[in-house]
């Protein structure tokens, strides 16, 4: 089990002064579903980044907690007493991933060349590197290795470098897209390139399978779906938390993926805060009212 916890949290645009998160406080634990709501502009998205390090916010006070057990990685990694808790602010992004934070984007970027299947064992493999690296005795031992890299490279083909060979991961790749129910050529193809956005939406689902994070943010990843390919991300999400135990911090604007994944917990973001908290009855309330009884009703004015 781990919980990831956001609190107090400010901030804002690193190249500029608008302010975007105005003390978000946010708790979300291993096997919970949480739905984050909230009209444009509210924060939503910025505190997913902000989650995953990115560079462009500037983090002006407050803490993004991870709170690990002892077994959160199994037998492979013993985590001592003193590193049960991290602090996400103070680690690059893939220090963050290798914790196991993962960030479903909202708009996937394409790369032609790379085929899914080496870029999944690439990401596997450099986040098990990673992890090994963070949990080792800090001696300074491997202070002249830090900016060398990672061996593995998606554009390098199928050598069988890294923790993962490509015969073992062949087999991890077919048990997770047998789990999402994935046709197995998708994985053949080059990453996200001519996919629909019903497809680059499934990927990122794939990824989290593969990758087995503590907590997933998902960013709108319901955004664009018909009803058909909503229903089959959907059943994703659920995997991972039922078969995997991935906590996961659904952002997004409307309560139809709520019907296909229930939340345990609903939260609505305005003005970049977390104004009002509540069970999936309170997305349901916001699909017939909107958010200005919200505000009407935590601040006194519409």
Not at 43 to 67: D, F, N, Q, R, W
Not at 134 to 141: I, P, Q
Not at 230 to 257: F, K, M, P
């Amino acid at each position: 089990m781990a919980r990831l916890e956001l609190s107090n949290l400010h901030a804002e645009v690193a190249e500029g002064d608008e302010k975007i998160l105005e003390g978000v406080d946010l708790e979300v634990e291993s096997g919970e579903i949480h739905a984050l709501m909230g009209p444009n502009g509210s924060g939503k998205s910025t505190t997913a980044k902000v989650i995953a390090g990115h560079p462009a916010y500037e983090v002006t006070e407050g803490e993004v907690l991870l709170h690990l057990e002892d077994e959160e990685f199994g037998e492979d990694i013993e985590i001592d007493e003193d590193q049960r808790t991290w602090n996400l602010l103070d680690l690059e992004p893939n220090e963050r991933a290798a914790l196991g934070i993962f960030l479903g984007f909202q708009y996937p970027a394409e790369i032609e060349g790379v085929t899914m299947t080496n870029f999944l064992r690439t990401a596997l493999n450099a986040k098990i590197e990673e992890r090994e690296e963070l949990f080792e005795d800090e001696d300074g031992e491997d202070e002249d290795e830090e900016d060398e890299g990672f061996e593995s490279s998606p554009m390098e083909g199928p050598a069988d470098e890294g923790e993962v060979g490509v015969a073992e991961f062949q087999q991890i790749l077919q048990e997770k897209m047998e789990q999402l129910d994935m046709d197995e050529k998708f994985a053949q193809r080059y990453l996200n390139a001519g996919f629909s956005g019903g497809e680059k939406k499934q990927n990122e689902v794939l990824q989290a399978a593969i990758l087995e994070p503590s907590v997933a943010v998902l960013d709108e990843i319901d955004s664009g779906l018909d009803i058909d390919r909503l229903q089959d991300v959907s059943e994703g999400i659920n995997a991972l938390r039922d078969e995997q135990g991935t906590g996961i911090l659904q952002i997004t604007h409307y309560q139809r993926i709520l019907d296909y994944v229930e939340p345990d917990h609903v939260h609505v973001m305005l003005d970049g805060q977390i104004a009002k908290s509540g069970g999936p009855e309170l997305a349901e309330k916001l699909e017939d009212k909107g958010y200005d009884w919200v505000r009407e009703d935590v601040y006194g004015t519409a």
